[in-house]
């Protein structure tokens, strides 16, 4: 039963997240979001060629800060995707629980609000001057976990966590659980909309489950050298005997997901 306390409180954060400078803020951390995810995916093409700098989340906000007027950009992207991790977390809130559910929707916003805002907080770090290297980090941590006792079993949980994550998004893509987020048009626009969001969050599934795969890989075998996170899992993708199409297909499934995240921008639901 829900007090009048629990009721008042509820009613505070949807006037919040409802509220017009707030729903712009989450717009415009949407699109910064979309435009980190697009990066994400030239710098894997630019792999094949030759690329030799982080094809990840901290690359692309390396090759953000290295244009002119970067820090700008970086300082508006950390103020927009905190604000949308706000939003998204406000917002989940107000949402009634949804017991149906192994996952309701709540946690599943709850989730992405944490994740938006761990962009912010990356954008962060740029804009004030620091150089974090994800893939660098991964390894420290994993050669750490690999040289304590029962380390690898850590590790090895972790892998299956990011698998999982990769599986909920594939899912999400193929379900179009995605929709719930977002109110394309019916119109041509709103159907290929539909399919962009389909993809792209299909193809950055099948990418988390490679990293996945690839930490489950460094536990099994007790080498640090598989766990670099998402640029480790690029690379190996570019080294398959099979060609670099996996690879470029991968990295057109996070281009993808990047205007799938602007359209939501400008189709944004609740």
């Known amino acids: 039963m829900t007090s009048d306390g629990d009721r008042g409180t509820r009613e505070r954060m949807r006037e919040a997240s409802h509220s017009r400078p707030v ?7 949407l699109v910064a979001s979309g435009l980190v995810h697009a990066l994400i995916g030239v710098l894997a093409i630019s792999v094949v060629r030759g690329f030799s700098g982080n094809a990840d989340q901290t690359g692309a906000l390396q090759a953000l800060a290295e244009t002119p007027g970067g820090s700008i950009l970086l300082w508006l992207a950390t103020v927009c995707l905190i604000g949308l991790g706000l939003w998204q977390w406000t917002g989940s809130r107000t949402v009634r629980p949804d017991q149906s559910k192994v996952f309701p929707r709540w946690l599943r916003n709850h989730a992405k609000a944490v994740g938006f805002a761990a962009v912010g907080l990356a954008c962060l770090a740029f804009a004030i001057g620091g150089r974090p290297d994800a893939a660098e980090s991964a390894r420290t941590v994993s050669s750490m976990l690999i040289d304590f006792p029962g380390g690898v079993f850590v590790l090895a949980a972790l892998g299956i966590v990011v698998g999982a994550v990769g599986v909920a998004f594939v899912f999400r893509g193929l379900s179009r659980n995605f929709l719930e987020d977002i ?37 099994l075998f007790t080498d640090s050298s598989w766990t670099s996170g998402l640029d480790g899992a690029i690379r190996w993708l570019a080294e398959l005997p099979t060609g670099p199409g996996f690879l470029y297909a991968v990295a057109g499934g996070f281009m993808l997901h990047g205007v799938y995240l602007a359209a939501r921008g400008v189709y944004i639901r609740r």
């Not at 909309?193 to 890989?217: P, S």
């Open 23 to 29: 729903r712009w803020l989450a717009r415009a951390g």
């Open 183 to 219: 109110q394309p048009p019916h119109s041509a626009l709103g159907g290929a909309i539909v399919v962009v969001g389909i993809v792209g969050h299909t193809m950055k599934g099948l990418a988390l489950l490679v990293v996945g795969a690839l930490f489950a890989g460094g536990a």
